[in-house]
């Protein structure tokens, strides 16, 4: 079945430093989705992409959706406390009640103030 | 604010009752609903698929007999623990997908964190 990489499994960096994960798939997706989840909270989405080469910014967040649509990476800019938690990528590759959403393992991020 | 809201946040029950959880699409129509299971520090489990009015579709090894899924409405959706047992405390997630704004996307509700005794 379809797989999503995502890496780096976990990240521990200082406040202020930028910060950059990926994710790959041996599959095409038509649409890449970031989310974030705090413990014991439901995913939060950060951002949406729907196009090949698409470039959305969120406040410090950026986001692109690769060119071969196989992958896609987040990055968040000048690091604060608050950016603690875990990332998900989150790939699918159909609409309607097709194409269910494929998860990547999630990216632990630390930010030490 | 939130976008899909999940009823109750946490239950504690004993082992053989029945649990219900709402999940709720709070401005927009969502055509299909997601259950998901979350074990701790890993990733969601799809669990089941739901549209409006029509029989869920679940993930092979999620029995739909212990599992109930009523999707009621376009925006209301609801799972049922059936005679729980403590191997299915877990953190129950669901999800919304629809149009909201111009585009299809998908939004999560905060979780259900599900004990049992």
């Known amino acids: 079945g379809q797989q999503l990489n995502q890496s780096p499994q976990s990240m521990f960096i200082q406040e202020g430093e930028d910060v950059s994960m990926n994710c790959t798939s041996s599959?095409?997706?038509?649409?890449w989705l970031w989310y974030k989840q705090d413990p014991g909270e439901g995913p939060v989405l950060l951002i949406a992409?729907?196009?090949?080469?698409e470039l959305t910014s969120n406040g410090r967040l950026t986001a692109q959706f690769g060119i071969t649509r196989k992958d896609s990476f987040l990055n968040i800019s000048a690091s604060i406390p608050s950016d603690v938690g875990i990332y998900f990528c989150?790939?699918?590759?159909?609409?309607?009640?097709?194409?269910?959403?494929?998860f990547g393992k999630g990216t632990k991020l630390s930010v030490k103030p | 604010g939130a976008v899909v809201s999940q009823h109750p946040s946490r239950v504690i029950c004993k082992s053989g009752t029945s649990v219900k959880i709402e999940c709720r699409s709070l401005?927009?129509?969502?055509?299909?609903m997601f259950w998901y299971r979350q074990f701790p520090k890993k990733s969601l489990m799809l669990m089941a698929t739901?549209?409006?009015?029509?029989?869920?579709?679940?993930e092979q090894g999620v029995e739909k007999d212990k599992f109930l899924i009523n999707h009621a409405s376009l925006t209301l959706s609801t799972l049922t623990v059936t005679s729980a047992h403590p191997e299915d405390s877990s953190f129950y997630i669901c999800?919304?997908?629809?149009?909201?704004?111009?585009?299809?996307?998908?939004?999560f509700g905060p979780g259900t964190r599900l004990l049992v005794l």
């Open positions: 999800s919304a997908r629809g149009i909201r704004g111009s585009e299809e996307t998908q939004y």
């Open positions: 599959s095409i997706f038509n649409t």
């Open positions: 992409l729907y196009k090949a080469g």
């Open positions: 989150a790939g699918r590759n159909g609409g309607g009640s097709q194409g269910n959403l494929i």
């Open positions: 401005d927009f129509q969502a055509t299909t």
């Open positions: 739901s549209n409006e009015g029509s029989k869920a579709t679940y």
